[in-house]
């Protein structure tokens, strides 16, 4: 990739009138920020439909796109909803923060609203969606449905065991059963596709390229996994046999369980990973260069026993490494991907990644150990990697400087030549900017000087992630323009203000 930069920053962290960023006004004013800020790139998080928990990286679907995104004042110009309808609706009372409970009792109400006044006047350009999508809409579509027949229950709870294990019999019984719901939830993404391909064409049109995040595993209770059982290492009653995590190290002694499902890599092998390719073929709809989260996974990857307490139990297994990376790349030789390459680390992971050619990732909140030399400090990097000042995993820079060592803090000092003058937080930007890495990302808490009430996420937590949201007025010209200045000087503005 060529020398550039970017912001990070999710959809949900935009501001709107309805509880959380969507696909509208704001999110076409971020855009015009980026590009007035010298930006050619806008890393944003997963889009899917979130679960229990609200992660991003927990979704019902890898090809679907959040409901929670669809802007409804742009429903309201479409003539799909009135503005009526949007008045008295509690989304939740504090605009820098999500309340998703209050989104998910008042979204669907509103956007069934919608598909009723749209389905039949779209009908024509609907049914291109639903045959240009066929390979996972109708199955996404009938699983909402089913969740929502058997009270949300997860998909392995539910008491129909014939629909539970997918039987085509039972298949073609709730269909017909549930048509309604499930011509809802199509049409639910025939709205976000349509505002999201033309924020998309707006964001090519002033250079920006989005950079999506693609998690190297799925939810168990998603449409992937019930509808594809024959790709994961599941039994006869399609329960896993082994779910995904990573070992104890010095963050966590009990390591961290994610439960999720893992691949049956050897009957994915035998018919070409078809499964993998449709999956990137659908980040491609979405994305401009696709993040791959937790990419160590391909070399080996750390298996538990299902239903064991904690990641102690599990055991290291091997992973397709370029047998599927390969291919990967060289299918979808057009687009772009990051290896998101941290945590522990082998000379068969380094080997891997340098086999495959992607860039791999930097960041420099993990740099500044001064009793241990780290691969993170910019003089080691070469150009193709990716530098990040932290990720969404990772706390803001102004809240890691009250949460680092004092001897962390002293060795960034002395290698950063940080001051107070440029301030702690610009320092560590200016440290990423100007060093060799091919693209440097920021958060956008790192540029408004926020601390630990933005954090995005703390790993291994359940409760509190997810939530930080910008606020109106927070993106100023001046902030723009002291972030293209900087980006000037090191050789990574894009054309301020490109109009294509």
Known sequence: ?????????????????????????????????????????????????????????????????????????????????????????????????????????????????????????????????????????????????????????????????????????????YAELLHEDITLFEYIQFLFYRQWNALHGYALKKGIKIIGDLPIYVALDSADVWSCPECFLLDENNVPVEVAGVPPDCFSKDGQLWGNPLYDYEAMRRDGYGWWIRRIDGASKLYDIVRIDHFRGFESFWAVPFGAKTAKEGHWVKGPSMDLVGRLTSWFSNLSFIAEDLGLLTPEVYELLKESGLPGMKVLEFAFDPNEPSNYLPHKYSPNCVCYVGTHDNAPVMAWLNEASRDELRFAERYLGLNDTEGFGWGMIRGGMSSVASVFIAQMQDYLGLGSEARMNIPGTKSGNWQWRLTDGQLTSELAAKIAGLSKMYGRCANIGADN
């Open 1 to 173: 990739m060529k020398r550039s930069c970017g912001i990070l920053l999710p959809i949900s962290s935009l501001p709107s009138p309805y509880g959380i960023g969507t696909l509208g006004k704001a999110a076409y004013d971020f855009i015009d920020f980026l590009s007035s800020a010298g930006q050619g790139l806008w890393q944003m998080l997963p889009v899917g439909p979130t679960s229990y928990g609200n992660s991003p990286y927990q979704s019902f679907s890898t090809y679907a796109g959040n409901p929670y995104y669809i802007d409804l004042d742009m429903l309201v110009d479409d003539g799909l909803l009135l503005s009526s309808e949007l008045e008295g609706i509690d989304w939740g009372s504090n605009s820098s923060s999500v309340d998703y409970g209050k989104i998910y009792a008042n979204r669907f109400e509103i956007l069934k609203k919608a598909a009723d006044r749209g389905f039949k006047r779209d009908s024509a350009e609907l049914g291109r969606f639903l045959s240009d999508n066929r390979s996972w809409l109708f199955d996404y579509a009938l699983f909402m449905a089913l969740k929502r027949h058997f009270g949300m229950k997860a998909w392995f709870e539910w008491p129909d065991e014939n629909i539970r294990l997918h039987q085509p019999k039972a298949v073609d019984e």
